[in-house]
Every structure is written in C-alpha cells, then in structure tokens.
C-alpha cells in the first residue's frame, strides 16, 4: 500500500487556466496531466453534472490519489491511468468523440519531486529512479550505470543544456568503474567533484541539468510531449482551447512550434501571442511556478 505523506501540490496559474477555457455547463475538458487534481478541480467545479473531466496521469500514485480527494465528483471524472501520449486511443476506450477543452501541465507535481523515493530531487537521497510509471523498465539507474559516455553526453547536454556534459558523463563512468552509482546523493557527489568550479559563481544547483536531462530521457518527456499536443488538437471541437503549461524552453519550442504550424495550416488560432507567466505574487507563495509558460490556441 502507498503510504500516505503530507505532501501538497499547488497548481501553477490557476485562475488563468480557468478563466482561457471558458468552460461551460455540459463541457467536456480533458486534464492530461492530473498531478494533485488542483486544475481538474476547477474544471469539475465549472461543467456541472452534465460536463465531463477525463483526468489522465502515467503515475498510479497521482490517480489513487485524486479518487480521494475529487471524491464528490467521482460521478462527473473518468480516471486514466496511461501516458498522455496515446490521447487517441484513449478517448476511443472511453466514447468521447470530441473535446471542448484541454489542459497539460508538464513536469513534475510536489508529491513526486518531493517524495525522495521517486529519486526526483537532487537534494534528498533516494534510489536513482525517476519513472513517472513504475510499470516501466528503464530507470535513471540504467542510463547512469549501463550507458556509454558518448550516449550519456548527449543526453546531458541535448535534455539538460549542461555546457559542461562530457565532464559530467567522464565522471560519471569513470565513478561506476569502481562502484555502481544507486542513489541521487551519489550522483550528485559524482557531478560536484567534477563540475565543482565550473559551477562555483552560478545560482543554479550543480547536479540541477543533469537531473532534468535523466529524468526527460527517461520518461521520453519531449516526444510524448509532441504527439500528445498534436494529437489533442484533432480532436478538438471549433472554439475548443488547448492549453499548455511548460517548464522549460525545450518543451515551450515544441509546443510553440506545433501550434505555428497548425496556424499556417489554417486549423488554430493562437490567443496567447506571448506565453502568460507567473506574476510575482504567485512565485512568491509558490516559487517552483517561477518557469512557468502558459500558452493557448482555439481549434477554429
Ligand atoms: C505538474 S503535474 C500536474 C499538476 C496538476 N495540473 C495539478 O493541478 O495538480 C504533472 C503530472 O503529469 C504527469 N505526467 C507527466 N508526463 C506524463 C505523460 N507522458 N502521460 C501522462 N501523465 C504524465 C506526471 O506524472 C504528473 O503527475
């Protein structure tokens, strides 16, 4: 059984989710990333009992979670526990044939980064995991120990933008020669032996790129990213908006570029022609939304 922690996940630019869908009584509104249920549960709270959510999440734990905490909306909630990525099939599983609206908020929830055991966060030690799914074979504990150098740079540096990839990658296989790399703090002693100066005047966490560049590659962040968006637009009713939260810039180019190419093809409308942000406020009360884009384009 999953045990239970008092962890929280606070959902980045609420209101402005809310106020972009223009969700209506009846409306059916895809969450594709249910996370801690924080924008399923404005939407349910918008679609009355004839509206729809359809809250999907690879992680189990997110699913098992929200079931408790939506519980009053269990009748106006369909669960789905797979990856965003198979939208298609997904929709044809349940018998919705089109979308008044839908939401994806990318990355990582709290409950996730937070819990050390899914070997998420850099500065908790944990089993270097970082499956989103833990139905799914490959973990980050593979790519560090089993990966050539050459494979392990440029997953560092095409996912992590690390300038310094081939020294953290050397290092790295030059530590698992003597000993297998199995917790986070592990890895991240590797990188600090040997990125430490090269890190000594920036803000940023030593181990913070390398993190990010295992966990996208692990979970093929960037390519589910890009099926999911296109193929959600498909199914999308004229005057139906997708948004899309991102985090980081490799995320917000495919998702930027996507919704360019179906302006060119004449099937969407851009409404956010510069993507929306956190304003101080909220980074203030909650700071891991300071990354934060929002963008949004209607199905015309
Ligand atoms: C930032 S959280 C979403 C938070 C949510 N919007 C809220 O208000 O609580 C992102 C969630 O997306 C899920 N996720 C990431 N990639 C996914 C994928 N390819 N398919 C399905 N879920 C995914 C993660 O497991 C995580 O729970």
């Known amino acids: 059984m999953t045990e239970v922690k008092n962890y929280t996940h606070v959902p980045v630019l609420l209101?402005?989710?809310?106020?972009?869908?223009?969700?209506?009584?009846?409306?059916?509104?895809?969450?594709?990333?249910?996370?801690?249920?924080?924008?399923?549960?404005?939407?349910?709270?918008?679609?009355?009992?004839?509206?729809?959510?359809?809250?999907?999440?690879?992680?189990?734990?997110?699913?098992?979670?929200?079931?408790?905490?939506?519980?009053?909306?269990?009748?106006?909630?369909?669960?789905?526990?797979?990856?965003?990525?198979?939208?298609?099939?997904i929709l044809k599983s349940i018998g919705i044939e089109m979308l008044d609206g839908a939401i994806f908020d990318f990355g990582m929830s709290s409950f996730q980064v937070d819990d050390e055991k899914r070997g998420f966060c850099f500065l908790k030690d944990g089993p270097l995991d970082m499956r989103m799914d833990s139905r799914q074979e490959l973990s980050a504990n593979d790519v560090v120990n089993k990966f050539s150098k050459e494979v392990l740079t440029d997953i560092i540096k095409e996912y992590g933008e690390e300038r310094h990839a081939k020294l953290a990658a050397s290092a790295i296989v030059r530590a698992r020669k003597k000993k297998r790399i199995e917790t986070t703090l592990e890895l991240v002693s590797v990188l600090s032996s040997a990125l430490g100066a090269k890190y000594s005047r920036q803000k940023i966490h030593i181990a913070a790129r390398t993190f990010q560049a295992l966990r996208i590659y692990v979970n093929d962040e960037l390519n589910a990213v890009e099926e999911a968006v296109k193929n959600t637009i498909r199914f999308l009713n004229?005057?139906?908006?997708i948004i899309v939260i991102s985090f980081h810039s490799l995320e917000d180019r495919i998702v930027k570029n996507i919704f360019r190419e179906m302006v060119k093809d004449g099937k969407m409308r851009i409404i956010t022609k510069k993507p929306v942000c956190p304003g101080q406020d909220e980074i203030m009360k909650n700071p891991r939304s300071r990354s934060a884009k929002l963008r949004v384009a209607e199905r015309v």
């Open 238 to 241: 004229p005057g139906a908006r």
């Open 15 to 89: 209101k402005e989710v809310v106020a972009y869908l223009n969700i209506t009584s009846g409306s059916i509104i895809l969450d594709g990333t249910l996370g801690g249920g924080g924008h399923a549960r404005e939407c349910l709270k918008g679609i009355g009992a004839n509206g729809r959510v359809i809250g999907i999440d690879k992680d189990l734990d997110a699913i098992d979670r929200v079931k408790g905490s939506l519980k009053k909306f269990e009748d106006q909630i369909t669960y789905v526990h797979d990856d965003f990525r198979n939208i298609a099939r």
